[in-house]
Protein backbone atom coordinates (compact mmCIF):
# COMPACT_ATOMS: atom_id res chain seq x y z
CA UNK A 1 0.00 0.00 0.00
CA UNK A 2 2.99 2.60 0.79
CA UNK A 3 2.43 5.28 2.79
CA UNK A 4 -1.12 6.70 3.35
CA UNK A 5 -0.86 10.10 4.42
CA UNK A 6 1.65 12.52 2.60
CA UNK A 7 0.87 14.83 5.31
CA UNK A 8 1.92 15.49 8.63
CA UNK A 9 -1.41 14.38 10.37
CA UNK A 10 -2.75 10.62 10.46
CA UNK A 11 -6.48 10.84 11.61
CA UNK A 12 -7.82 8.35 13.97
CA UNK A 13 -8.95 6.41 11.24
CA UNK A 14 -5.91 5.76 9.77
CA UNK A 15 -3.92 5.12 13.70
CA UNK A 16 -6.86 2.54 13.82
CA UNK A 17 -6.05 1.04 10.48
CA UNK A 18 -2.11 0.96 11.43
CA UNK A 19 -3.17 -0.97 14.94
CA UNK A 20 -5.00 -3.64 12.79
CA UNK A 21 -8.00 -2.45 14.02
CA UNK A 22 -7.01 -3.60 18.01
CA UNK A 23 -10.28 -1.62 19.36
CA UNK A 24 -12.63 -3.47 17.58
CA UNK A 25 -11.34 -6.69 17.26
CA UNK A 26 -13.96 -9.28 17.75
CA UNK A 27 -16.70 -7.07 18.19
CA UNK A 28 -20.48 -6.14 16.51
CA UNK A 29 -19.71 -2.77 15.32
CA UNK A 30 -22.02 -0.06 14.78
CA UNK A 31 -20.76 3.08 12.45
CA UNK A 32 -21.54 7.10 12.81
CA UNK A 33 -20.46 8.40 9.92
CA UNK A 34 -20.76 10.86 6.95
CA UNK A 35 -18.68 12.19 3.79
CA UNK A 36 -16.19 13.30 5.78
CA UNK A 37 -15.35 10.14 7.70
CA UNK A 38 -12.00 9.57 4.78
CA UNK A 39 -8.54 8.69 5.02
CA UNK A 40 -6.40 10.36 3.41
CA UNK A 41 -6.55 8.94 0.19
CA UNK A 42 -10.17 9.78 0.30
CA UNK A 43 -11.47 6.26 1.01
CA UNK A 44 -14.53 5.99 3.22
CA UNK A 45 -14.40 5.18 6.90
CA UNK A 46 -17.78 2.63 6.12
CA UNK A 47 -15.67 1.19 3.10
CA UNK A 48 -12.56 0.84 5.11
CA UNK A 49 -14.81 -1.22 7.84
CA UNK A 50 -16.38 -3.39 5.83
CA UNK A 51 -13.38 -4.15 3.82
CA UNK A 52 -11.89 -4.99 7.18
CA UNK A 53 -14.96 -6.81 8.54
CA UNK A 54 -14.80 -9.38 5.72
CA UNK A 55 -11.25 -10.63 6.56
CA UNK A 56 -13.75 -11.63 9.85
CA UNK A 57 -11.46 -9.18 12.05
CA UNK A 58 -14.86 -7.66 14.03
CA UNK A 59 -19.30 -7.81 12.64
CA UNK A 60 -19.78 -4.17 11.08
CA UNK A 61 -23.33 -4.81 11.71
CA UNK A 62 -24.64 -0.57 11.31
CA UNK A 63 -24.63 2.35 9.42
CA UNK A 64 -26.03 5.32 11.50
CA UNK A 65 -26.26 8.83 9.64
CA UNK A 66 -26.44 12.07 11.11
CA UNK A 67 -27.87 15.24 9.32
CA UNK A 68 -26.67 15.13 5.95
CA UNK A 69 -26.53 11.36 5.95
CA UNK A 70 -24.05 8.48 6.10
CA UNK A 71 -23.50 9.21 2.51
CA UNK A 72 -24.35 12.83 2.03
CA UNK A 73 -27.36 12.53 0.24
CA UNK A 74 -29.53 15.08 1.97
CA UNK A 75 -29.66 18.75 2.16
CA UNK A 76 -28.95 20.89 5.41
CA UNK A 77 -32.40 20.03 7.74
CA UNK A 78 -33.78 17.23 5.69
CA UNK A 79 -34.71 14.40 7.38
CA UNK A 80 -32.50 11.52 6.92
CA UNK A 81 -33.93 7.82 5.85
CA UNK A 82 -33.31 4.53 7.09
CA UNK A 83 -32.46 1.78 4.75
CA UNK A 84 -29.43 0.22 3.85
CA UNK A 85 -26.43 1.42 2.35
CA UNK A 86 -26.18 0.71 -1.41
CA UNK A 87 -22.60 -0.07 -1.67
CA UNK A 88 -22.31 -2.17 1.32
CA UNK A 89 -25.43 -4.05 2.05
CA UNK A 90 -25.38 -2.52 5.66
CA UNK A 91 -28.36 -2.18 7.55
CA UNK A 92 -28.57 2.36 8.12
CA UNK A 93 -30.35 4.26 10.92
CA UNK A 94 -31.04 8.03 10.85
CA UNK A 95 -30.08 9.87 13.83
CA UNK A 96 -31.75 12.85 12.00
CA UNK A 97 -35.46 12.19 11.42
CA UNK A 98 -38.09 10.59 13.67
CA UNK A 99 -34.95 10.66 16.40
CA UNK A 100 -31.28 12.11 16.64
CA UNK A 101 -30.62 10.01 19.04
CA UNK A 102 -30.06 5.85 18.63
CA UNK A 103 -33.09 4.10 20.33
CA UNK A 104 -32.65 0.66 22.28
CA UNK A 105 -33.82 -1.24 19.18
CA UNK A 106 -31.27 0.42 16.80
CA UNK A 107 -28.49 -0.76 19.24
CA UNK A 108 -29.47 -4.18 19.29
CA UNK A 109 -26.57 -6.56 18.59
CA UNK A 110 -24.06 -3.67 18.81
CA UNK A 111 -20.65 -4.04 21.22
CA UNK A 112 -19.43 -0.96 20.36
CA UNK A 113 -20.21 2.51 18.42
CA UNK A 114 -17.77 3.90 15.89
CA UNK A 115 -18.18 8.12 16.02
CA UNK A 116 -15.77 9.33 12.40
CA UNK A 117 -17.43 12.59 11.74
CA UNK A 118 -14.86 15.78 10.78
CA UNK A 119 -16.45 19.21 13.40
CA UNK A 120 -15.73 22.14 12.82
CA UNK A 121 -14.82 23.57 15.64
CA UNK A 122 -18.15 25.88 16.36
CA UNK A 123 -20.54 24.65 18.76
CA UNK A 124 -24.19 25.64 16.98
CA UNK A 125 -22.58 22.82 14.47
CA UNK A 126 -25.03 20.05 15.01
CA UNK A 127 -22.30 16.99 14.50
CA UNK A 128 -21.10 17.19 18.20
CA UNK A 129 -25.00 17.49 19.29
CA UNK A 130 -24.92 14.26 17.78
CA UNK A 131 -21.77 12.84 19.15
CA UNK A 132 -23.61 13.69 22.45
CA UNK A 133 -26.56 11.77 21.88
CA UNK A 134 -24.37 8.54 20.62
CA UNK A 135 -22.28 8.91 23.79
CA UNK A 136 -25.97 9.32 26.33
CA UNK A 137 -27.42 6.41 23.94
CA UNK A 138 -24.67 4.10 24.37
CA UNK A 139 -24.16 5.03 28.07
CA UNK A 140 -28.19 3.46 28.85
CA UNK A 141 -27.61 0.72 26.91
CA UNK A 142 -24.15 -0.54 27.74
CA UNK A 143 -22.30 0.02 24.37
CA UNK A 144 -19.05 0.84 23.76
CA UNK A 145 -18.11 4.32 22.43
CA UNK A 146 -14.62 4.39 20.03
CA UNK A 147 -14.14 7.90 18.20
CA UNK A 148 -11.36 8.29 15.69
CA UNK A 149 -10.11 11.61 16.02
CA UNK A 150 -10.14 14.12 13.77
CA UNK A 151 -8.17 17.76 13.70
CA UNK A 152 -10.16 20.85 14.68
CA UNK A 153 -9.95 23.23 11.25
CA UNK A 154 -9.60 26.23 13.74
CA UNK A 155 -6.91 24.77 15.54
CA UNK A 156 -6.52 24.02 19.08
CA UNK A 157 -6.06 27.72 20.49
CA UNK A 158 -8.50 29.30 19.54
CA UNK A 159 -11.75 30.14 22.44
CA UNK A 160 -14.45 32.25 21.77
CA UNK A 161 -17.79 32.73 23.52
CA UNK A 162 -19.31 31.84 26.79
CA UNK A 163 -19.54 28.56 27.65
CA UNK A 164 -22.75 28.79 29.78
CA UNK A 165 -25.86 27.84 27.91
CA UNK A 166 -28.97 30.42 29.38
CA UNK A 167 -31.93 28.52 30.68
CA UNK A 168 -34.05 28.27 28.36
CA UNK A 169 -31.85 28.63 25.43
CA UNK A 170 -30.43 24.93 25.01
CA UNK A 171 -31.40 23.61 22.08
CA UNK A 172 -29.83 20.81 19.50
CA UNK A 173 -27.94 24.12 17.96
CA UNK A 174 -26.25 24.46 21.40
CA UNK A 175 -26.82 21.62 23.15
CA UNK A 176 -24.11 21.51 25.44
CA UNK A 177 -22.10 23.96 27.74
CA UNK A 178 -18.65 24.81 26.18
CA UNK A 179 -17.77 27.96 23.91
CA UNK A 180 -18.90 29.05 20.73
CA UNK A 181 -15.26 28.40 19.62
CA UNK A 182 -13.99 25.81 21.28
CA UNK A 183 -10.52 24.93 20.10
CA UNK A 184 -10.78 20.91 20.72
CA UNK A 185 -11.12 18.01 18.80
CA UNK A 186 -14.12 15.81 18.80
CA UNK A 187 -12.22 12.99 20.86
CA UNK A 188 -11.32 15.88 23.16
CA UNK A 189 -14.80 17.22 23.04
CA UNK A 190 -15.84 13.79 23.49
CA UNK A 191 -13.65 13.63 27.06
CA UNK A 192 -15.05 16.43 28.33
CA UNK A 193 -18.63 15.67 27.61
CA UNK A 194 -18.39 12.30 29.31
CA UNK A 195 -15.72 13.57 32.33
CA UNK A 196 -18.10 16.84 33.30
CA UNK A 197 -21.27 14.42 32.83
CA UNK A 198 -22.81 17.04 30.63
CA UNK A 199 -24.86 13.94 29.00
CA UNK A 200 -28.28 13.66 29.60
CA UNK A 201 -29.11 12.35 33.60
CA UNK A 202 -24.99 12.96 33.89
CA UNK A 203 -24.68 9.27 32.33
CA UNK A 204 -21.11 8.30 31.56
CA UNK A 205 -20.37 6.04 28.43
CA UNK A 206 -17.57 3.66 28.56
CA UNK A 207 -15.23 5.55 26.11
CA UNK A 208 -11.90 5.20 24.19
CA UNK A 209 -10.65 7.92 21.94
CA UNK A 210 -8.00 6.92 19.04
CA UNK A 211 -5.97 9.86 18.90
CA UNK A 212 -4.13 11.52 15.77
CA UNK A 213 -0.42 11.11 15.40
CA UNK A 214 1.03 14.35 14.14
CA UNK A 215 -1.11 17.08 15.20
CA UNK A 216 -0.33 19.72 17.60
CA UNK A 217 -2.61 22.37 18.49
CA UNK A 218 -1.73 25.48 16.71
CA UNK A 219 -2.40 23.74 13.44
CA UNK A 220 -4.75 24.87 11.43
CA UNK A 221 -6.46 22.52 8.76
CA UNK A 222 -3.74 23.99 6.10
CA UNK A 223 -1.30 22.49 8.50
CA UNK A 224 -2.61 19.05 8.12
CA UNK A 225 -1.61 17.85 4.74
CA UNK A 226 -5.21 16.34 4.57
CA UNK A 227 -7.91 16.47 2.21
CA UNK A 228 -10.98 18.23 3.38
CA UNK A 229 -14.40 17.17 2.25
CA UNK A 230 -17.20 19.64 2.42
CA UNK A 231 -18.52 18.77 6.03
CA UNK A 232 -21.78 20.15 4.74
CA UNK A 233 -23.32 21.64 1.29
CA UNK A 234 -22.14 25.48 2.29
CA UNK A 235 -18.49 24.24 4.40
CA UNK A 236 -17.46 23.22 0.56
CA UNK A 237 -13.55 24.97 2.03
CA UNK A 238 -11.53 24.47 5.18
CA UNK A 239 -11.52 28.08 5.15
CA UNK A 240 -15.48 28.20 5.09
CA UNK A 241 -14.68 26.69 8.75
CA UNK A 242 -13.30 30.04 9.57
CA UNK A 243 -16.19 32.13 8.17
CA UNK A 244 -19.24 30.04 9.58
CA UNK A 245 -18.97 31.05 13.44
CA UNK A 246 -17.93 35.02 11.62
CA UNK A 247 -21.59 35.63 10.09
CA UNK A 248 -23.73 32.06 11.10
CA UNK A 249 -25.09 33.86 13.64
CA UNK A 250 -26.91 36.70 11.23
CA UNK A 251 -27.36 34.52 8.99
CA UNK A 252 -29.90 32.89 11.38
CA UNK A 253 -31.85 36.69 11.51
CA UNK A 254 -32.66 36.28 7.72
CA UNK A 255 -32.28 40.15 7.59
CA UNK A 256 -28.80 40.42 6.27
CA UNK A 257 -27.38 37.85 3.58
CA UNK A 258 -24.34 36.29 4.36
CA UNK A 259 -23.26 34.49 1.04
CA UNK A 260 -25.60 31.22 1.57
CA UNK A 261 -26.99 30.81 -1.87
CA UNK A 262 -24.11 32.66 -3.89
CA UNK A 263 -21.28 31.32 -4.56
CA UNK A 264 -19.43 32.87 -0.60
CA UNK A 265 -21.18 30.92 1.32
CA UNK A 266 -20.86 32.74 5.21
CA UNK A 267 -18.20 34.91 3.64
CA UNK A 268 -20.18 38.04 2.74
CA UNK A 269 -22.74 40.78 4.80
CA UNK A 270 -25.12 42.23 2.50
CA UNK A 271 -28.50 43.78 2.24
CA UNK A 272 -30.43 44.99 -0.48
CA UNK A 273 -30.96 48.57 1.67
CA UNK A 274 -26.88 48.69 1.84
CA UNK A 275 -26.39 51.88 -0.39
CA UNK A 276 -22.88 52.65 0.03
CA UNK A 277 -21.07 49.66 0.19
CA UNK A 278 -17.43 50.94 -0.36
CA UNK A 279 -18.63 53.27 2.52
CA UNK A 280 -19.36 50.48 5.30
CA UNK A 281 -16.10 48.33 4.27
CA UNK A 282 -13.57 51.37 5.14
CA UNK A 283 -15.47 52.05 8.09
CA UNK A 284 -14.97 48.17 8.89
CA UNK A 285 -11.26 48.54 7.88
CA UNK A 286 -10.82 51.06 10.44
CA UNK A 287 -11.78 49.58 13.58
CA UNK A 288 -8.84 48.59 15.81
CA UNK A 289 -10.92 45.30 16.98
CA UNK A 290 -11.29 43.53 13.56
CA UNK A 291 -7.09 43.29 12.91
CA UNK A 292 -6.70 40.55 11.45
CA UNK A 293 -9.56 40.71 8.83
CA UNK A 294 -10.02 42.89 5.71
CA UNK A 295 -13.43 43.86 4.05
CA UNK A 296 -13.52 44.44 0.52
CA UNK A 297 -17.25 45.88 -1.43
CA UNK A 298 -19.50 43.52 -2.84
CA UNK A 299 -23.18 43.20 -4.67
CA UNK A 300 -24.02 40.24 -6.07
CA UNK A 301 -27.61 38.25 -6.70
CA UNK A 302 -28.28 35.20 -4.44
CA UNK A 303 -29.02 32.16 -7.15
CA UNK A 304 -31.51 30.46 -4.77
CA UNK A 305 -32.48 30.49 -1.06
CA UNK A 306 -32.72 33.88 0.95
CA UNK A 307 -32.76 36.73 -1.25
CA UNK A 308 -32.64 34.76 -4.48
CA UNK A 309 -32.20 36.69 -7.74
CA UNK A 310 -32.53 40.12 -5.06
CA UNK A 311 -29.10 42.84 -5.86
CA UNK A 312 -27.56 42.71 -2.32
CA UNK A 313 -24.46 45.11 -1.72
CA UNK A 314 -22.23 45.15 1.57
CA UNK A 315 -18.80 43.65 1.99
CA UNK A 316 -17.00 40.56 1.35
CA UNK A 317 -14.22 39.31 4.45
CA UNK A 318 -11.10 38.35 4.72
CA UNK A 319 -9.51 36.65 7.07
CA UNK A 320 -5.95 38.02 6.30
CA UNK A 321 -4.21 36.70 9.72
CA UNK A 322 -6.27 34.10 11.91
CA UNK A 323 -3.63 34.71 14.52
CA UNK A 324 -4.96 37.93 14.94
CA UNK A 325 -8.04 37.83 14.34
CA UNK A 326 -9.32 37.43 18.05
CA UNK A 327 -13.05 38.21 17.74
CA UNK A 328 -14.64 35.90 14.59
CA UNK A 329 -18.15 35.54 16.89
CA UNK A 330 -18.61 39.47 17.00
CA UNK A 331 -17.99 40.10 13.23
CA UNK A 332 -21.76 40.29 12.86
CA UNK A 333 -22.14 42.68 15.69
CA UNK A 334 -19.77 45.34 14.56
CA UNK A 335 -21.17 45.05 11.12
CA UNK A 336 -24.58 45.75 12.19
CA UNK A 337 -22.73 48.58 14.61
CA UNK A 338 -21.71 50.12 11.79
CA UNK A 339 -24.06 49.57 9.73
CA UNK A 340 -26.43 51.72 12.25
CA UNK A 341 -24.18 54.43 12.00
CA UNK A 342 -24.88 54.68 8.58
CA UNK A 343 -28.42 53.80 8.15
CA UNK A 344 -30.07 54.51 11.75
CA UNK A 345 -33.55 53.29 10.06
CA UNK A 346 -32.01 50.07 9.70
CA UNK A 347 -32.81 47.27 12.16
CA UNK A 348 -31.20 43.92 11.21
CA UNK A 349 -31.98 42.84 14.81
CA UNK A 350 -35.39 44.36 15.66
CA UNK A 351 -36.86 43.55 11.98
CA UNK A 352 -36.33 39.59 12.10
CA UNK A 353 -39.16 37.27 12.54
CA UNK A 354 -39.89 36.16 16.30
CA UNK A 355 -38.72 32.60 14.86
CA UNK A 356 -35.37 33.26 13.46
CA UNK A 357 -35.02 35.91 16.56
CA UNK A 358 -35.44 33.33 19.15
CA UNK A 359 -33.20 31.17 16.70
CA UNK A 360 -30.01 33.70 16.67
CA UNK A 361 -30.30 34.09 20.60
CA UNK A 362 -30.09 29.68 20.61
CA UNK A 363 -27.52 29.92 18.67
CA UNK A 364 -25.51 31.99 21.07
CA UNK A 365 -27.12 30.20 23.99
CA UNK A 366 -28.24 33.74 25.51
CA UNK A 367 -30.98 36.73 24.68
CA UNK A 368 -28.13 38.75 26.49
CA UNK A 369 -25.90 39.88 23.84
CA UNK A 370 -28.63 40.81 21.80
CA UNK A 371 -30.45 42.86 24.40
CA UNK A 372 -27.34 44.36 25.44
CA UNK A 373 -26.65 45.52 21.74
CA UNK A 374 -30.19 46.79 21.58
CA UNK A 375 -30.04 48.59 24.86
CA UNK A 376 -26.75 50.02 24.04
CA UNK A 377 -27.96 51.87 20.51
CA UNK A 378 -26.46 48.91 18.77
CA UNK A 379 -23.18 49.67 20.06
CA UNK A 380 -20.45 46.71 21.24
CA UNK A 381 -19.74 47.30 24.45
CA UNK A 382 -17.12 46.12 27.46
CA UNK A 383 -20.10 44.38 28.66
CA UNK A 384 -20.89 42.35 25.55
CA UNK A 385 -17.26 41.58 25.47
CA UNK A 386 -16.95 40.51 29.25
CA UNK A 387 -20.08 38.52 28.81
CA UNK A 388 -18.85 36.46 25.71
CA UNK A 389 -15.77 35.34 27.06
CA UNK A 390 -15.45 31.74 28.04
CA UNK A 391 -14.69 31.51 32.45
CA UNK A 392 -11.05 30.75 33.76
CA UNK A 393 -13.35 28.10 35.40
CA UNK A 394 -14.29 26.33 31.87
CA UNK A 395 -10.47 27.05 30.54
CA UNK A 396 -8.90 25.26 33.72
CA UNK A 397 -11.69 22.43 33.40
CA UNK A 398 -10.85 22.06 30.18
CA UNK A 399 -7.04 21.66 30.48
CA UNK A 400 -8.06 18.10 31.75
CA UNK A 401 -9.30 16.60 29.03
CA UNK A 402 -6.64 17.68 25.86
CA UNK A 403 -4.51 14.81 24.34
CA UNK A 404 -2.70 17.02 22.54
Keep these: M ?26 RVGLVTNPTGVDARLVSTVDILDSAARTGTFKLAALYGPEHGVRGNAAAGEKVASGSDPRTGVRVFSLYGATRKPTPQMLEGI ?27 AAENGVAVVVLDRPNPLGGLRVEGCEKIAPGFASFVSAYSVPYVHGMTVGELARLLNGERMLGKGVQCDLQVIPMEGWRREMVWSDCGLPWVPSSPHIPTPESAFYYPATGTAGELGTLNIGVGYTLPFQTLAAPWIKDAEKLAERLNALPELKGFRFRPIHYKPFYGSGKDVEQHGVQIYLTD ?64 ALWRPSEAFLAGRRRYLLY
Design 2 to 27: GSIAAGPVKTGLEALRSSGFEALRGK
Design 111 to 137: DVLVFDIQDIGTRSYTYISTLGRVMEA
Design 322 to 385: PSTASLLTLVPFYAMQELAGLYPAQKPLEAAAASRISMFDKVLGTDRMRRLFIGAGYQVTPEMK
